[in-house]
């Protein structure tokens, strides 16, 4: 994956806001205002409100869905594979989150949680994750929350570790034009999240189905 140097001080547009049009004293006078509202989105998501925290940023769940598989070899690909290969984690929960806004756009975001054995070994599975081309943790199919195929570019990514817990957030704009310093700032509040205790909307995935 790409490097996670995912700087808020972008000059952010919000998601409905082409990267391409608009001048740039539109884009800039936007900025304070979507760098508030990730601001907010943090304080949100450190709470554990995945609602809100979607809210304050101006986005509205379609759908999500929980797989707690904890075979993280078998949902890898790449060095991070042969990784979980010889250092198997000890337990892995992926979501996958359709959102949308007001102005016909929709973005996709997984957030993968893997424990690892240790410190040491969480630290060597975010420097592989962080790492374009070395694989990762394979999202959950879009198909779970009616998104069809959806291709993981990388392009906007953030990750986190604390102690022997890794978080790697990934998001890919679905539908519309949503601005590409956006989704960074959507990647980086992801990662944020906290692992999820419960869920109503448990996936049951089978390799393979």
């Not at 740039?24 to 809100?52: C, E, F, I, M, T």
């Not at 509040?189 to 995935?205: D, F, K, N, S, Y």
């Amino acid at each position: 994956m790409v490097s996670a140097t995912l700087a808020v001080t972008v000059a952010y547009g919000p998601v409905g806001v082409s990267g391409s049009s608009g001048a740039v004293s539109s884009q800039a006078a936007l900025s304070q205002v979507v760098r508030g509202k990730l601001v907010k989105g943090k304080r949100s998501v450190a709470k554990g409100h995945r609602n809100a925290t979607w809210k304050q940023l101006d986005l509205k769940r379609i759908d999500e869905r929980l797989d707690r598989a904890g075979r993280c070899a078998l949902h890898s690909y790449g060095q991070v594979q042969r990784f979980f290969a010889r250092t198997p984690c000890r337990s892995l929960k992926r979501m996958l989150f359709a959102l949308g806004d007001g102005a016909g756009n929709r973005i996709a975001v997984s957030v993968s949680w893997v424990e690892t054995r240790g410190p040491a070994a969480a630290r060597e599975l975010r420097g592989l994750a962080d790492v374009d081309g070395t694989g990762n943790v394979t999202p959950l199919p879009g198909a779970v929350v009616g998104a069809g195929d959806i291709r993981w570019t990388g392009k906007y990514y953030d990750s986190r570790r604390s102690g022997s817990l890794v978080v790697i957030a990934e998001v890919e704009p679905l539908r519309g034009d949503p601005h590409p310093g956006f989704l960074d700032g959507v990647a980086d509040v992801a990662a944020e999240l906290p692992r999820p205790q419960a869920c109503h909307r448990i996936l049951m995935w089978l390799p393979g189905s």
